[in-house]
T-cell receptor
Framework: IAGITQAPTSQILAAGRRMTLRCTQD?????MYWYRQDLGLGLRLIHY???????GKGEVPDGYSVSRANTDDFPLTLASAVPSQTSVYFC??????????????FGPGTRLTVL | GQQLNQSPQSMFIQEGEDVSMNCTSS?????WLWYKQDPGEGPVLLIA?????ELTSNGRLTAQFGITRKDSFLNISASIPSDVGIYFC?????????????FGQGTILTVHP
C-alpha cells in the first residue's frame, strides 16, 4: 500500500530557480493539501484542493502555486525560490474536504534547501 | 489567522513516567486532533475528538476536548522508548475552514530508558 508518495526526498536549490514538488496518492481521496513545516511553527497550510480541477489558498500561499489536473496528483511549484522557502514540505490527503471525521494522511515529506 | 499554543515545547522523561501536553486556542474549534511525527516521516493521526467534553483513549493515550472548545490535552501513560517523537495538536474550525487544519508548534518528547 503506497498511500502518498512525494518526490524528491530532498533537494538543494539555488535562489531564483523554479522547482516543482510532486505528490501522488493512490487512495482516490478527493481532498489534498500542501503544508510546510518549520521549527517552532508546526505545520502551516500552503494550498489545498477539495477535488480535481479546484484549488484554494491556505495560510501561507505566497510564492507557491498548485494545480489539480486529476484526482491522484497535486504538484506544488515554487516559481522563483527564495531562502525563506527552505523548509520541509508535506503533502496530505483526505476523503473529502468538508468531512468532519475525515483523517488527513501525510506523505513522507520533501526537505528543500534554498541557497 | 487562528493560533494554537502548544506546551510544553519539549519534555525529557524516564521510561515508565506519564506525560501530559496541551493546546489552547484563542478561538473555537469543532474538531481537535493529535498527531505524532517520527523522525524523517510525516505526521500520523493518534486521536480525533469531535465533541466538547469528549474523552477518548487509544491504548496508553488519552485525549480530551475541552468544554470551552478552545483547548485539548493529551496524556501518555507509562511511557516507553518508542513514544519518542514530536506530538502535534491540530484544530479544525468548521464552516468555511472545513478540512483545513491549524497545527500547534509541537512537543518534542524524549524518553530515557
Amino acid at each position: 500500500i503506497a498511500g502518498i508518495t512525494q518526490a524528491p526526498t530532498s533537494q538543494i536549490l539555488a535562489a531564483g530557480r523554479r522547482m516543482t514538488l510532486r505528490c501522488t496518492q493512490d487512495m482516490r481521496h478527493n481532498a489534498m493539501y500542501w503544508y510546510r513545516q518549520d521549527l517552532g511553527l508546526g505545520l502551516r497550510l500552503i494550498h489545498y484542493s477539495n477535488t480535481a480541477g479546484t484549488t484554494g489558498k491556505g495560510e501561507v500561499p505566497d510564492g507557491y502555486s498548485v494545480s489539480r489536473a486529476n484526482t491522484d496528483d497535486f504538484p506544488l511549484t515554487l516559481a522563483s525560490a527564495v531562502p525563506s522557502q527552505t523548509s520541509v514540505y508535506f503533502c496530505a490527503s483526505s476523503e473529502e474536504l468538508a468531512g468532519l471525521t475525515d483523517t488527513q494522511y501525510f506523505g513522507p515529506g520533501t526537505r528543500l534547501t534554498v541557497l | 489567522g487562528q493560533q494554537l499554543n502548544q506546551s510544553p515545547q519539549s519534555m525529557f522523561i524516564q521510561e515508565g513516567e506519564d506525560v501530559s501536553m496541551n493546546c489552547t486556542s484563542s478561538s473555537i474549534f469543532n474538531t481537535w486532533l493529535w498527531y505524532k511525527q517520527d523522525p524523517g516521516e510525516g505526521p500520523v493521526l493518534l486521536i480525533a475528538l469531535y465533541k466538547a467534553g469528549e474523552l477518548t483513549s487509544n491504548g496508553r493515550l488519552t485525549a480530551q476536548f475541552g468544554i470551552t472548545r478552545k483547548d485539548s490535552f493529551l496524556n501518555i501513560s507509562a511511557s516507553i522508548p518508542s513514544d519518542v517523537g514530536i506530538y502535534f495538536c491540530a484544530g479544525q474550525a468548521g464552516g468555511t475552514s472545513y478540512g483545513k487544519l491549524t497545527f500547534g508548534q509541537g512537543t518534542i518528547l524524549t524518553v530515557h530508558p
